[in-house]
């Protein structure tokens, strides 16, 4: 007789496919709520699960926030000095304003401009 189908930390009833429960504590065996199959809880054992994810996987404001972020008070009307990389000049640091543009139940718009060739662009929040 075939024993489970393994994917990742899940099993798999060898005779119909459905996805097993987990073996509650003591238990030695799982039964099959489709096809009746019994499987040994043992099955289970020495599963290694591994999780990753794409940093950009799930985007979020706060990660932009996150970014360094430098103030300036002698700097007149420019804004924040951020981390931020040109796409005109390629330059890392560029000057941030956040403002109400859209709204006022819809995120904020963040003005950029490069600190280096003066490029603006804008991010909406």
């Known amino acids: 007789m075939v024993g489970a189908h393994k994917i990742g930390s899940l099993l798999f ?14 238990e030695v065996d799982v039964t099959c709520e489709q096809c009746g199959h019994v499987e040994p809880a043992s099955s289970y054992e020495n599963i290694e699960i ?10 979020s404001a ?17 804004g924040t ?5 040109c796409p005109s000049c390629g330059a890392l ?6 403002i109400q543009m ?5 995120g904020s718009t963040i003005l ?11 991010v909406n929040n």
């Not at 706060?62 to 420019?78: A, E, M």
């Open 13 to 26: 009833c060898p005779r119909c496919g459905t996805l097993l429960e987990l073996p509650k504590d003591g």
């Open 50 to 59: 591994t999780t990753r994810s794409d940093p950009d996987a799930f985007p």
């Open 62 to 78: 706060l990660r932009q926030k996150r970014k360094t972020q430098t103030k300036l008070h002698d700097s007149g009307n420019q």
């Open 81 to 85: 000095l951020v981390s931020e990389k």
């Open 93 to 98: 640091e560029a000057y941030s304003k956040e």
């Open 102 to 106: 859209r709204s006022a139940d819809e």
């Open 112 to 122: 950029l401009t490069c600190a280096t060739c003066n490029y603006g662009w804008r």
